[in-house]
């Protein structure tokens, strides 16, 4: 059965499927997925510890690294990271790129620490396996509430989350800024001692009488009825009115006798929300898997209507990260980019081809994008910039089926040979060559799709939308392209051949060439050696920044910080960004909005923001702008008055990251096992960071030795006393920091009752000495300086390990003078000549851009030999020639002279959106290469005496394919090149300027290598 002829003689069939393809495809391109970027698996999972009251020491070897050894057990595992710090161990489980489905690995993770927990002291809590920490919130709603409190606050935002969690495309929603309450019975210290009453009696009592215990159930005949005792604490008051039993006598007191009690909320705060300078709550919204981004901000845009109408004057929502807008935008100028691409392309081939063929041609481009775009639904591609950008490269590859079709059967006709026949005979003529050279094209891409990395799995679906168009495309130029030739072309049967004045000039140039065959090869070597050296020339730059109209400001004060001083920080941040850079009206420049976190980082708002785990010297503001050109001189102008204002502050200012996320552009890692000998280390390396020119707010993320009251208590003294150890520690835990005795039930909420000293004692350090210590079994107490010493010391306030070594990282950020690549060539020999005095055991790794874009690079370069087989074996089995296959991919390096001379001109970069224009560049010259060749094989069957002949009519027949080709490909980049921003610049240039060149030399210098190879001369 022959495909084109099918599709000829049952037009009307043909035409139907068309109208049916086109109709469900339309409908499709609605109903997919759509979002910003394509997104790639965080494979990282945290275990998080508490072992209250233990040293960033003692967490380390009694939990640390207990847990450490036995997740090393993990053969996916690539690295291990944690942080030991006062209290609490947080690991960080990685896993190997390669590795997609992560559920069977999470699940043998928590086998392995559930199993571990016996090893783990006593006093510590169980370990938790958070293996959600990659949930993207993209939506971050900031509610305000002018004269309500805290808990008014949190009981519209439960309200809010509720009615978010309703919508069809949530999947979770989480409330940030909301402060815990507690019910605090506050003592005084000499009044509780003189009564003889300790913390956990009191404790006993009130937990014996707040109570939710079933009284069992009788009998009464037939019936069954349950008896419910009451106890349980119905309002505060009756807490105030539990009554107390004095140990060793028969007094009884009312509890508020002995304390003040008060509903307040937890003190010190463990982290704030402010949004714009008001103190408030965010909510984030995270959309199910498979949804759609623009269709869940129009839900929560409605919902969010409804809910102001609802509530009083003076609640306010406002979207403070809201991804369906960047979706929506970027989505929209994507599709304006294509449709300009296709008009562009279009014009062309009517401009170049004639009005019946040239619209033949055109018809190929919007229904092979339709056709491409059902394909990708039924396989679940969903829209987003990656995609739609392998769209716009596959136009001008696309178009290249129809073009040499269209010519084929255009040139038969002409000779003479009827429609039907033409087109058949076409067909046939050209069904493996295309299909050859859309494969080839599509290999190209392969190695992209097989990289192991998060930059390869970010990028992935430029293979899988590429090769489905191409294949769409040769569908469609074997059916519909010869039944519309035979059914609209026009053309008259020529008798003698006339040519351009282009095609004359052309024939006689490559006469020269081929004449001048040496003198063309040398010429043509010596450009490609230096192009290679140009190439040197160029800035590296992996991934350029977003340019989104928002940006991050990170602020970490001193480790030890507390978070009412960073908040104090914050407050005059913002204080100047609304004298001074709040834009006052919708005409203005400048900031619109803005959130801060301050003590922790908030929801991962974006898949390549990395949210700090609670701290109470860090803060994290996201700012958003009128315009992405507003971002620099914001960022400088907030850089410049923190670094004024604040000299203890370490800020980092970052643009929103494409890609993987880096911390730090320019990023040395130190390990070792001697603390002291790595900070000498460090420093040495951290003055040699600073010294480089461009690099800025050099770091370590170990920080400064913090402070601590150690209490010595001496055993003997204590024994007398009739306290022990255990006595002294929850006695200075309950005047401290305070000590939960019960709960209380409100509703669906419960509130801890937690017992601590009045203020003026927790606060005033002079009188810690005369703190009581409470015998927890009777009540007796002796003050803390008769059985304990205090002394301050100093020690790390987190240590930090990667692959079980304590390992110190220096960050540092890097100004628009400097790219990390240039930082990092010129630290990098010191280092290496550094090293060689440290002590064996000691060691150095590069991180920041120069492992991302390394891990990457190797990622795809490990897999382009697979895709060279696979474009070779197709090139052979093609033309059964090992030489011509050889001729072929010549045209690659030919291609690469463009590329260093349009990435120069055009003053661009070499990063890895680079390396995919270079590839999607191999497949187009190759497909060009391909039916130079193949027509050259034709010529010769037809002029077997006079092969040289045969080369110049072969390249005269294939020059309007060809020139045409490259014609469509440019001019359908230039959108992308000028509305893609710098993210699909270098890209953009790099295919047109590389194809640009690579045509010359595929119409110049590939048949005179042709014609060497096979020892062809002039006749």
């Keep these: 059965m022959n495909i084109t002829r099918l599709a000829i003689t049952n037009n009307r069939t043909t035409f139907m499927l068309l109208l049916v393809i086109v109709f469900f495809g339309i409908n499709a391109f609605k109903n997919m997925p759509k979002d910003y970027d ?17 040293s960033p020491q003692r967490v380390e070897m009694l939990v640390t690294d207990k847990l450490e050894r036995v997740i090393q057990e993990l053969p996916e595992l690539d690295f291990v990271k944690s942080e030991s710090r006062t209290g609490i161990s947080i690991i960080s489980v990685n896993i190997k790129e ?35 920490f990659g949930d993207v919130f993209g939506i971050v709603i900031g509610l305000t509430a002018e004269g309500y409190d805290y808990r008014e606050l949190k009981d519209i935002a439960d309200q809010t989350r509720d009615a978010m969690l309703r919508l069809s495309e949530t999947a979770k929603v989480q409330v940030f800024g909301e402060q815990q309450e507690h019910i605090f019975l506050e003592y005084d210290n000499a009044h509780l001692a003189s009564l003889g009453i300790s913390p956990s009696q009191l404790s006993d009592q009130l937990s014996s009488r707040n109570i939710i215990i079933s009284g069992g159930s009788i009998i009464i005949d037939n019936e069954q009825i349950t008896l419910e005792p009451s106890g349980n604490f119905e309002n505060v008051d009756e807490i105030k009115r539990t009554i107390i039993q004095i140990p060793g006598s028969d007094r009884l007191l009312y509890l508020s006798d002995l304390v003040t009690i ?83 392309v279009t014009l062309v081939m009517l401009f170049s081809l004639g009005f019946r063929t040239g619209l033949i041609v055109a018809v190929l481009i919007p229904t092979s994008m339709i056709f491409a775009i059902l394909i990708m639904s039924l396989l679940n591609i969903g829209i987003d910039q990656i995609s739609l950008a392998a769209l716009i490269i596959a136009l001008g590859m696309l178009v290249d089926n129809g073009i040499v079709m269209s010519e084929n059967i255009m040139v038969s006709m002409e000779k003479g040979k009827n429609a039907i026949d033409a087109a058949v005979d076409s067909a046939n003529e050209l069904k493996v060559p295309l299909l050859t050279s859309s494969l080839t094209t599509a290999a190209a891409f392969l190695p992209i799709f097989l990289a192991e990395s998060s930059t390869g799995e970010y990028t992935a679906s430029l293979f899988k939308v590429v090769s489905i168009t191409l294949l769409c495309s040769w569908v469609l130029s074997m059916t519909v392209i010869p039944m519309l030739c035979v059914n609209f072309m026009k053309v008259k049967k020529t008798t003698g051949q006339v040519d351009s004045p282009l095609l004359v000039t052309y024939r006689t140039l490559l006469k020269n060439l081929l004449r001048f065959r040496w003198l063309t090869l040398s010429i043509t070597f010596v450009m490609i050696i230096i192009s290679v050296w140009g190439l040197s020339f160029i800035p590296k ?46 005409e203005d420049l400048g900031v619109t909005n803005w959130v801060t976190y301050v003590g922790n980082g908030g929801p991962r708002f974006l898949l390549t923001h990395n949210p700090k785990p609670t701290s109470s010297n860090y803060a994290l503001m996201v700012i958003n702008v009128t315009s992405n050109k507003e971002v620099d001189q914001t960022m400088e102008k907030l850089e410049r008055f923190s670094l004024d204002n604040f000299p203890d502050l370490l800020v980092k200012l970052r643009k929103i990251e494409n890609g993987s996320p880096i911390e730090n552009p320019v990023e040395v890692r130190i390990n070792g096992t001697d603390t002291e000998q790595l900070f000498t280390l460090v ?67 419960v509130i801890p009752i937690t017992m601590r000293t009045q203020a003026g004692d927790r606060q005033d350090i002079g009188k810690l000495q005369a703190l009581a210590v409470y015998s927890q079994a009777n009540g007796s107490s002796v003050p803390l300086t008769q059985v304990a010493d205090i002394k301050v010391v100093w020690e790390s306030a987190q240590i ?132 130079l060749l193949e027509r050259i094989q034709i ?40 509305g893609g921003g710098e993210f699909w610049q270098p890209m953009a240039i790099a295919i047109m300027g590389g194809l640009l060149f690579s045509t010359v030399f595929t119409l110049g210098v590939i048949p005179v290598v042709y014609a060497v190879l096979f020892s062809i001369k002039e006749q």
């Design 262 to 344: 008060k509903r307040s909320y937890v003190d010190p705060v463990q982290s704030k929300v402010s949004l714009s300078g008001e103190q408030g709550i965010s909510i984030a919204i995270a959309m199910r898997h498979g949804g759609n981004n623009i269709l869940l901000g129009q839900q929560v845009n409605e919902l969010l209507a409804t809910l102001n109408k609802s509530y009083p004057i003076g609640v306010n929502f406002e979207a403070v990260s809201f991804l369906p807008f960047d979706v929506e935008k970027k989505v929209d100028d994507f599709s304006g980019n294509l449709i300009q691409a296709v008009i562009v």
């Design 683 to 749: 420093e040495q390396v951290k003055k040699r960071m600073s010294a480089i020119n461009g690099v800025k707010g050099v770091s370590d993320n170990w920080g400064m030795p913090i402070k601590k009251l150690q209490v010595n208590i001496n055993q003997s003294r204590a024994r007398r006393a009739g306290v022990s150890s255990k006595d002294i520690a929850v006695s200075l835990r309950t005047g401290m920091s305070g000590l939960e005795l019960s709960q209380y039930r409100e509703g669906d909420i």
């Design 541 to 586: 730059l992996f991934f350029p920044p977003s340019d989104r109209a928002f940006f991050k400001m990170e602020l970490e004060m001193p480790i030890g910080t507390t978070l009412a001083a960073t908040e104090r920080v914050t407050q005059s941040i913002e204080s100047y960004i609304k004298e001074e850079l709040k834009a006052k009206t919708n």
């Design 98 to 132: 390669s590795y997609r489905d992560l559920r069977p690995i999470w699940d043998n993770l928590r086998r392995k620490i559930e199993a571990a927990q016996v090893e783990l002291p006593a006093e510590s809590q169980p370990s938790v396996v958070n293996d959600e």
């Design 800 to 931: 930090l390990r990667r692959d079980r070594l304590k390992t110190i990282t220096l960050g540092g950020q890097i100004d628009n003078t400097i790219t990390a690549n240039q930082a990092f060539k010129e630290l990098l020999p010191w280092l290496e000549e550094q090293q060689k005095n440290w002590p064996i055991s000691y060691s150095y790794e590069l991180g920041g851009e120069f492992e991302t874009s390394g891990k990457a690079n190797k990622s795809i370069g490990d897999k382009l030999p697979i895709a060279g087989f696979l474009i070779l074996l197709l090139l052979i089995a093609q033309f059964n020639s090992v030489r011509k296959a050889f001729i072929i991919l010549l045209t690659i390096p030919l291609g690469l002279i463009g590329v260093t001379t349009g990435l120069l001109v055009g003053q661009s970069f070499i990063g890895f959106m680079t390396l995919l224009g270079i590839v999607s560049l191999a497949g187009i010259v190759i497909n060009n290469a391909i039916i």
């Design 38 to 54: 394509p997104g790639f698996i965080i494979r990282t999972a945290q275990v998080i510890t508490q072992f209250p009251g233990a």
């Design 939 to 978: 010529e010769e069957q037809a002029l077997p005496g006079n092969h040289f002949q045969a080369i110049i009519n072969a390249a005269q027949q294939r020059f309007r394919p060809i020139v045409l080709t490259t014609a469509t490909t440019i001019f359908g980049l230039i959108p992308l090149y000028l």
